[in-house]
């Protein structure tokens, strides 16, 4: 099966299931995200709502992420490590006179993401720039954004479903080496979020030194910020769950100055 999301600024969900089913697309509500499909047969990208920009290839955990951001509509919002721009186009599917700044290190990947904003009708709303998130304050001024979204690099772990070429491939010194990167990159945002502003982190790994323990180390360091749900550290989705790509995900608020 295939999971798309819904570009709701586009279509409503309703319409866009009888669309495919017109097509023949047999189709559910993902049990995962309101605005997720799960397309049982064909190929997606036949459709006509993919084609005009209506449906986006997504994962149905990975569109659980900016959910849990609960944008309002009015927000600047960085997307530090963005591409290939599925959760920065989901933003801008969420905003209204908000605006998505969405980082990448690679030209080529900057230019996917234009591309994809393009093709579903935001390009006004997102800004895709060349540039190593853990350069960001150098470029954005602090306080500058309402909302941040960390998407950080990870291991993988939470697509052994679909990439099982993942596991001969990580090593211990691996995690470690990324979870410093992960540590390094979240430094890197603290700044840059406005007071009573949140940042959103989000790996597709189940690993605890990537994940949970990358967050307690964080917020040792960094008391003013705090945990959106104070009784959980982040939410983890497991593979075997929903059928879905494994996640974590946690929402990070900074206290007022």
């Avoid at 720039?129 to 690099?153: E, H, T, V, Y």
């Avoid at 211990?172 to 959103?200: A, F, R, W």
């Amino acid at each position: 099966h295939q999971a798309v999301r819904v570009n709701t600024s586009k279509i409503r969900v309703a319409q866009a299931q009888a669309i495919l089913r017109n097509e023949g697309f047999n189709n559910d509500l993902s049990q995962l995200n309101s605005t997720s499909l799960i397309i049982e047969n064909g190929f997606a990208a036949d459709s006509r709502l993919f084609k005009n920009g209506s449906l986006v290839f997504q994962d149905e955990s990975a569109a659980c992420v900016v959910s849990s951001m609960q944008l309002t509509g009015a927000e600047m919002v960085l997307d530090a490590c963005a591409a290939p721009g599925g959760k920065t186009i989901q933003i801008a599917d969420q905003l209204t006179s908000g605006h998505v700044w969405a980082l990448d290190i690679h030209q080529h990947k900057v230019e996917l993401i234009q591309k994809n904003a393009l093709r579903s009708g935001f390009s006004a709303q997102v800004t895709a720039q060349k540039l190593d998130a853990r350069l960001a304050g150098k470029k954005f001024s602090n306080n500058r954004f309402d909302q941040i979204l960390l998407d950080a690099p990870c291991s993988g772990i939470g697509l052994l479903r679909r990439k099982p070429e993942i596991r001969y491939r990580k090593k211990t010194t691996d995690i470690e080496s990324l979870s410093q990167i992960q540590e390094n990159l979240l430094e890197s945002m603290v700044p840059l979020v406005k007071p009573h502003g949140k940042i959103t982190y989000s790996t597709c790994t189940l690993m605890q030194e990537e994940n949970q323990q990358v967050i307690k180390k964080f917020l040792k360091k960094h008391p003013e910020f705090v945990l959106s749900d104070q009784n959980q550290l982040g939410r983890t989705i497991f593979p075997d769950e929903f059928g879905s790509d494994g996640f974590f995900m946690v929402n990070l608020i900074k206290s007022g100055i």
